[in-house]
């Protein structure tokens, strides 16, 4: 879970939710016919809140469906009974690494787990097992040094000082312009080339975009908790210098959203794959063509697998 977001016990879906969803509907209609430029990116907000997870660019779920079958599994490293994933050991259960899509990101992503999380509750895992490349989930109080890299480092967290995805893109090329500026002229001092393998021995194709090169924003921070825990990790004095980002416009599906929360509290994986989503967008592309819709493969698969159950239950 996402501080953004609790990944708690949720409750089925009542008249005031059905009305809630109404009105965001009427009002990103009403932005259609206010900023005409933005009809295509609204009417799709539009038809998300009516059904979300919906039109998304996602690889084939009969691999799931095959493992569903055939059940629960032993992992081959803890030898939990898992199915689809170990969400201690980050490993896939009951089916391979091939059948699974995997994803190159913009941004590195640092996922930091309270120790305290329920590991399977969390949809951290998620994103680790869909661009493993990417993705470093650490459990605090490990957190990594970001002092060097201040100005190219963001935190997802809701707060009263937390930007928009604009906003923080301008503070971070000021930042990164002032660091320049700043800087002497005297010859950096010549470093030893450190070659880092791969893991597994696989090759890496990690190699840079020029998008990428020209984004001040390097790397993008989440952490992994529920609401009651956040407290401890967001007041770390690490994590002091690093703005903040918070995804205001964005809403969750997720089935154990914390009552009485709003519903712009996403889960983990939501928060990574919206807000990608959104800065891809704003900051590196004039259109999103679904390039990380599959962060949400295991995620709409279990959303779907949930609501048919609670709806053959008579719960919704």
């Not at 708690?8 to 016919?33: F, I, W």
């Not at 259960?93 to 995997?102: D, F, K, N, T, W």
């Amino acid at each position: 879970m996402c501080l953004v977001n609790c990944e708690m016990a949720s409750k089925p879906a009542d008249a005031g939710d059905l009305t809630k969803c109404a009105d965001v509907c009427s009002r990103e209609k009403l932005t259609c016919l206010i900023a005409p430029d933005s009809r295509t990116r609204a009417k799709a907000r539009c038809d998300a809140a009516a059904e979300p997870l919906q039109g998304l660019k996602l690889a084939s779920h009969a691999v799931l469906h095959r493992a569903q079958l055939r059940g629960r599994l032993k992992c081959g490293k803890c030898s939990g009974s898992r199915m689809f994933y170990c969400y201690t050991c980050f490993s896939l259960v009951g089916v391979s690494q091939e059948e699974i899509p995997q994803i190159k990101l913009p941004l590195k992503i640092d996922i930091i787990k309270h120790p305290n999380e329920t590991d399977g509750k969390s949809t951290a895992v998620h994103a680790k097992l869909i661009a493993p490349d990417d993705v470093t989930i650490y459990t605090y109080p490990c957190i990594p040094d970001y002092e060097d890299e201040k100005h190219k480092v963001a935190l997802v967290f809701p707060g009263p000082g937390s930007l928009t995805i604009e906003e923080l893109t301008e503070q971070l090329v000021a930042a990164a312009k002032r660091a320049r500026d700043t800087s002497t002229d005297e010859p950096a001092v010549k470093r030893m080339k450190c070659e880092s393998k791969p893991e597994d021995g696989k090759s890496s194709s990690n190699q840079p975009t020029e998008q990428e090169k020209s984004s001040p924003l390097k790397r993008i921070l989440f952490i992994d908790s529920t609401w009651n825990q956040t407290n401890k990790i967001i007041t770390d004095e690490r994590l002091q210098a690093l703005p903040q980002v918070e995804l205001k416009t964005r809403k969750t599906c997720f089935w154990r959203h914390q009552k009485g929360t709003p519903d712009t509290y996403l889960s983990t994986i939501e928060a990574i794959y919206y807000f990608l989503r959104d800065y891809t967008e704003l900051c590196l592309s004039p259109e999103y063509l679904g390039e990380y819709d599959n962060l949400l493969f295991f995620y709409s698969f279990l959303y779907k697998l949930i609501n048919k159950a609670k709806h053959t239950a008579g719960k919704l």
